[in-house]
């Protein structure tokens, strides 16, 4: 009796190659971006629930902030972009902003991000 082959063909091999290279290919331009953004979360909350900023102006809050991101190094939001209300005595702060990273030749990948210092978020 015969046996059948198994395995992966010379071309079957050539497009999981590719496959693996296109999704590391993606996360290598992709994952910087989410880091930013979470770092930015990160800071906005921590901004918002600082004692310092219980009492403080608009623009306190908004040099504070910049302070953070300064050490940070994150480029997306600045003081100036944040948009800052209360709720319930509580100093919230959120943010939206486009990142647009580019991929290969003119294909781009376009993600919108949107956080806020509220529990909800």
């Not at 979470?38 to 608009?58: D, G």
């Not at 997306?76 to 972009?81: A, L, W």
């Not at 580019?102 to 210092?117: A, T």
């Amino acid at each position: 009796m015969r046996s059948k082959q198994q395995g992966l063909s010379l071309i079957g091999f050539i497009l999981v190659g590719l496959l693996v290279a296109f999704t590391v290919m993606m996360g290598m331009k992709v994952v910087p971006s989410v880091i930013e953004y979470f770092t930015i979360l990160r800071n906005i909350k921590q901004v918002a629930s600082s004692s310092e900023t219980a009492n403080a102006t608009v623009a306190d809050i908004r040099k504070a902030y910049d302070k953070r991101v300064t050490i940070e190094y994150t480029t997306k939001i600045r003081g100036s972009d944040l948009d800052i209300t209360k709720d319930n005595g509580k100093v919230v702060l959120s943010f939206a902003y486009t990142d647009k990273i580019s991929l290969f030749s003119n294909v781009s990948l376009v993600i919108d991000y949107q956080g806020s210092s509220s529990a909800s978020d």
